[in-house]
Nanobody, 126 residues
Framework: QVQLVESGGGLVQAGASLRLSCLCDASGRRPFSRYAMGWFRQAPGKEREFVGAIGWSTPDTFYADSVKGRFTISRDNAKNTVYLQMNSLKPEDTAVYYC????????????????WGKGTLVTVSS
């Protein structure tokens, strides 16, 4: 099984930056470095949506059009951690952000996720 614990959320003003972290406890036979990792978010009253993802074998990254150029996903396999650097934040970025893990990157991007974290709240004021 895999446990994902997000941190780094908070309240910021528009234009500010935040970095979310997700610590992965992969206690099974598959190590963290063999999971594709991603971030999804859910704004109040809206459906959950894909934000970004990063592969395990090559550092392929994918982003939603709404965050491309502002958000960067990265991973540190030595620390079992994936990050989401969020710059130029907008009020519409306000949401609960969820860390995710899947064995296959492309299925994660399409929303087929093996493991979910509990989420961290990001609030961007105007």
């Amino acid at each position: 099984q895999v446990q994902l614990v997000e941190s780094g959320g908070g309240l910021v003003q528009a234009g500010a930056s935040l970095r979310l972290s997700c610590l992965c406890d992969a206690s099974g036979r598959r190590p963290f470095s063999r999971y594709a990792m991603g971030w999804f978010r859910q704004a109040p009253g809206k459906e959950r949506e894909f934000v970004g993802a990063i592969g395990w074998s090559t550092p392929d990254t994918f982003y939603a059009d709404s965050v491309k150029g502002r958000f960067t996903i990265s991973r540190d396999n030595a620390k079992n951690t994936v990050y989401l650097q969020m710059n130029s934040l907008k009020p519409e970025d306000t949401a609960v952000y969820y860390c995710t893990a899947s064995q296959i990157l492309h299925t994660l991007v399409s929303g087929v996720v093996d493991f979910w974290g509990k989420g961290t709240l990001v609030t961007v004021s105007s």
